[in-house]
């Protein structure tokens, strides 16, 4: 037997989280939605939240003493019109608003919104390409074109010239996957988590986020920089100390979780 062999096989990323939500100091739970926790539908409203995955986040909330958020691109509003009846806090459109309880109100970033300007030329790219799927969220605007995949590269040069054209430096594009969302800079899914754990009843604890695009990348770097845990889905992004294969793996480990934590208590 060699050295090698004896060495302990890297933990998969449902053990990193059973140590990371059963250990010590008492954890936190962030969660990215699309790509995370429901699989990538062709359009955003055609997302399947499945009724075992808002029983097991209930279940989970209740669990860490409503220290779980869900961390998302989309409005808080929307989040609740997915999870209903389930509520949980949440930060949603990348940070612009959040919400620290359950029963909370929503607390919002002041004068992010978009120029009519870029909000006049986005509105007009979407009706050139029909497929094109426009999200209007107040404080961004993403374009989706996963209808129209042979757009992506003419799409990323004409929202990056209407952007260029507006003159604003505070506005920047955030690619992802099949979309482009434009935003002001100064708030992401990284800050979001940093305010929420600066209150109850997220203070003090281990933050853990789970992500699994190209937008998660800062969240999941700030988190691990800051000795959390990060795990991504489908690949290694950023810092991620383990990697999901999937979002249905992802509902799967937090279905199992939820089971755990009620055994604990």
Do not use: C, N, Y
Request: aromatic share 4%; charged share 25%.
């Amino acid at each position: 037997m060699t050295l090698t062999s004896m060495l302990p096989e890297p933990a998969g990323a449902f053990d990193i989280l059973v140590r990371g939500l059963t250990g010590q100091p008492p954890p936190a739970l962030f969660l990215d939605v699309d790509g995370t926790l429901l699989d990538i539908a062709m359009r955003p409203d055609r997302v399947v939240v499945p009724p075992s995955l808002r029983i097991a986040l209930a279940r989970i909330h209740d669990g860490l003493a409503g220290a779980l958020a869900l961390v998302s691109g989309r409005p808080v509003d929307e989040l609740d019109r997915l999870f209903a009846p389930l509520r949980l806090p949440a930060a949603g459109a990348h940070g612009a608003h959040w919400r620290r309880r359950s029963a909370g109100g929503t607390e919002r970033l002041p004068d992010i919104a978009l120029p009519a300007a870029i909000r006049a030329d986005l509105f007009a790219l979407q009706a050139r390409h029909p497929g094109l799927i426009l999200e209007d969220k107040h404080s961004s605007i993403a374009i989706h074109f996963r209808e129209r995949p042979a757009l992506a590269r003419a799409l990323a040069t004409a929202v990056g010239s209407i952007v260029e054209a507006a003159g604003d430096d505070s506005i920047l594009v955030l690619p992802g996957k099949a979309v482009l969302e434009v935003k002001r800079s100064g708030f992401d899914k990284a800050r979001a988590i940093r305010i929420l754990m600066a209150g109850e009843p997220f203070a003090g604890r281990r933050p853990i986020f789970i992500g699994d695009d190209i937008t998660d990348r800062v969240a999941l770097d700030a988190v691990s920089a800051a000795g959390g845990i990060a795990l991504s889905v489908e690949r290694p992004i950023g810092r991620a100390a383990g990697v999901f294969a999937t979002a249905a793996d992802v509902r799967e480990a937090i279905e199992r979780v939820a089971g755990l934590l009620e055994a604990r208590a």
